[in-house]
Nanobody, 117 residues
Framework: QVQLVESGGGLVQIGGSLRLSCAAS????????MGWFRQAPGKQRELVAV???????TYADSVKGRFTVSTDNAKDTVYLQMNSLKPEDTAVYYC???????????WGQGTQVTVSS
């Protein structure tokens, strides 16, 4: 079993920046990938950015060039640096991980990001 604890998020003005953090804890697990998804009101949850242990990184087209995902493998922690925020970035952001060998998925509780116009 893996627990994900998120921090960061909040209210920011257009063009501002925020940094999200998420730490994984538990016992006897090997992480394959960590990253972030988001869900805006009335919309489906969507991928924001995910990074694998092998270094492969995937970004949503809407955040490329503005958001940066990074991982600290020693701490089992993933970060999301969000710059040049837009109102359409407003959503609940969920930390994500999947573990070896069966790629079982785990989710954080979610943290609200609101970009004010």
């Amino acid at each position: 079993q893996v627990q994900l604890v998120e921090s960061g998020g909040g209210l920011v003005q257009i063009g501002g920046s925020l940094r999200l953090s998420c730490a994984a804890s538990g016992s006897n697990f090997s992480l394959n990938a960590m990253g972030w998804f988001r869900q805006a009101p009335g919309k489906q949850r969507e991928l924001v950015a995910v990074q694998t242990r092998r270094g492969t990184t995937t970004y949503a087209d809407s955040v490329k060039g503005r958001f940066t995902v990074s991982t600290d493998n020693a701490k089992d922690t993933v970060y999301l640096q969000m710059n040049s925020l837009k109102p359409e970035d407003t959503a609940v952001y969920y930390c994500y991980t999947d573990i070896e060998p069966d790629r079982r998925q785990y989710w954080g509780q979610g943290t609200q990001v609101t970009v004010s116009s």
